[in-house]
């Protein structure tokens, strides 16, 4: 340099201060929290596999062309499953369209092999699997996606998709039960319900039972990634209900951190006994801020859960006994359930502290929302409304609001029974994410 002196900031030895030390812990959380944002080890963790499977000559310029086409962690590869009898086949190509994937229906590609599929014993499984993985291959060397319907009925038909390492991202099995299957029969011999041909009582009953004996079995490896819809709901209820859990990710291949949520909620709400049983549902710490500011008023109490450590702890504590007590070492480690009926100012104030779910019983909750997230974070461009959410959700008013990459808000209508908002809650904690749009 021209003037010989060394420039502050620039090495250890010369800091921007005598007093300077690098945040590396918070370094390190920024990092952690870019990376799970960006979805980076579910990018690599889709690539490893793809190079595994497909062995190409040039990896680079497989996986730039993968990358290319805008499935980051891969293309969706859905097998829609249902009873004989419920239309399966209409859902499944709408689904399809809906997300511009390629259609593959076994029971078409046998009609179109001129294969009988009005009796029983059809067709071979290995005779109806080089039809259905003859298209799947095209749509792989595509590198797009596939909506499989009717397959794999049995165990057997499993072991093809296994063989050429076909697995799937989402199975759908729609549900119904077998009065409502015989009375859509009847419909569609009446002729009062369009659809595919209805068939005798005696073929209907025997399908059943087969389906019985065999699907449980054939879609059993997948259950980590099944969703069940209600198929006796209109048909635009059961669409909506397949698209719903199309869009739901897998859960995310990064390191789990430990749960932080936190749940708002006045007095005489179920906040705090919803609190308590998610704790011990998910294995984390249950901690309450009325009943710690309560035991701390009062030393000595028998039940206190402050100890005389933990009320000097808080006296240091920026954020105060709530603040102390979330950073003892076993809700560090394990993560913490906070039941907090006061405003989230303390929580607002520290990041390694800050929840990432948020649950708010009615009134005062765009404040909270507010205070966690900043300005503009109760916007109507930052909300998605849905009521009730199909048959896995209860009939609870909820609002996601997906601002930050870390915390997501949910709110719980006033009105919901004790059990209607833990069902909600788990659901919200527990469950991927839907996909970005």
């Given at each position: 340099m021209s003037?010989?002196?060394?420039?502050?900031?620039?090495?250890?030895?010369?800091?921007?201060?005598?007093?300077?030390?690098?945040?590396?812990?918070?370094?390190?959380?920024?990092?952690?929290?870019?990376?799970?944002?960006q979805g980076v080890y579910d990018i690599f963790d889709y690539l490893l596999k793809d190079l595994m499977v497909k062995q190409p000559e040039n990896p680079l310029k497989h996986m730039l062309a993968c990358l290319e086409k805008g499935y980051p962690t891969g293309p969706l590869k859905v097998i829609v499953s249902s009873p004989p009898g419920l239309g399966?086949?209409?859902?499944?190509?709408?689904?399809?369209?809906?997300f511009g994937l390629i259609y593959v229906g076994a029971g078409e590609l046998l009609r179109e092999a001129s294969v009988d599929t009005k009796n029983l014993s059809s067709a071979a499984d290995d005779e109806v699997a080089k039809l259905v993985l003859e298209l799947i291959k095209q749509a792989e060397h595509k590198m797009q996606g596939f909506v499989l319907d009717g397959?794999?009925?049995?165990?057997?038909?499993?072991?093809?998709?296994?063989?050429?390492?076909?697995?799937?991202?989402?199975?759908?099995?729609?549900?119904?039960?077998?009065?409502?299957?015989?009375?859509?029969?009847?419909?569609?011999?009446?002729?009062?319900?369009?659809?595919?041909?209805?068939?005798?009582?005696?073929?209907?009953?025997?399908?059943?039972k087969l389906f019985i004996a065999h699907n449980a079995l054939a879609l059993e490896d997948y259950a980590d990634r099944t969703f069940v819809v209600n198929a006796e709901a209109n048909a635009a209820e059961v669409l909506a209900q397949m698209e719903k859990a199309v869009c739901l990710r897998p859960r995310s291949k990064?390191?789990?951190?430990?749960?932080?949520?936190?749940?708002?909620?006045?007095?005489?709400?179920?906040?705090?006994?919803?609190?308590?049983?998610?704790?011990?549902?998910?294995?984390?710490?249950?901690?309450?801020?009325?009943?710690?500011?309560?035991?701390?008023?009062?030393?000595g109490a028998e039940d206190s859960t402050v100890s005389l450590a933990l009320a000097c702890a808080a006296e240091k504590d920026p954020l105060g006994i709530v603040g102390a007590r979330l950073r003892q070492v076993d809700?560090?480690?394990?993560?913490?359930?906070?039941?907090l009926s006061k405003d989230a100012e303390c929580l607002s104030q520290d990041e390694m502290l800050m929840p990432r779910r948020v649950v708010t019983f009615g009134a005062g909750s765009d404040r909270i929302k507010e205070v966690l997230h900043g300005p503009g974070a109760v916007s109507r461009r930052d909300r998605v409304a849905t009521e009730g959410g199909g048959s896995s959700c209860p009939p609870v008013s909820v609002r996601h609001v997906l601002r930050s990459p870390v915390t997501r808000c949910l709110e719980v209508s006033v009105d919901a029974t004790a059990e209607e908002a833990f069902k909600a809650i788990v659901e919200f904690v527990e469950r991927p994410l839907p996909r970005p749009h």
């Open positions: 003037n010989g002196l060394a420039v502050k900031g620039r090495s250890a030895e010369h800091p921007v201060a005598a007093d300077w030390k690098p945040d590396l812990r918070g370094n390190l959380y920024e990092i952690n929290e870019y990376l799970e944002e399966r086949g209409e859902f499944a190509r709408s689904l399809a369209e809906r397959f794999p009925r049995n165990p057997c038909q499993t072991t093809y998709l296994k063989e050429k390492s076909i697995v799937p991202t989402h199975v759908l099995q729609l549900q119904a039960s077998e009065k409502y299957i015989q009375r859509r029969q009847e419909s569609l011999l009446k002729g009062d319900v369009k659809g595919e041909a209805a068939a005798t009582p005696e073929v209907l009953d025997a399908r059943l990064a390191p789990s951190p430990p749960p932080r949520v936190a749940i708002f909620g006045a007095e005489g709400s179920p906040a705090a006994d919803c609190a308590r049983k998610l704790a011990m549902r998910i294995g984390a710490v249950f901690v309450s801020s009325q009943k710690l500011l309560k035991d701390l008023a009062t030393p809700c560090q480690r394990q993560g913490w359930v906070a039941d």
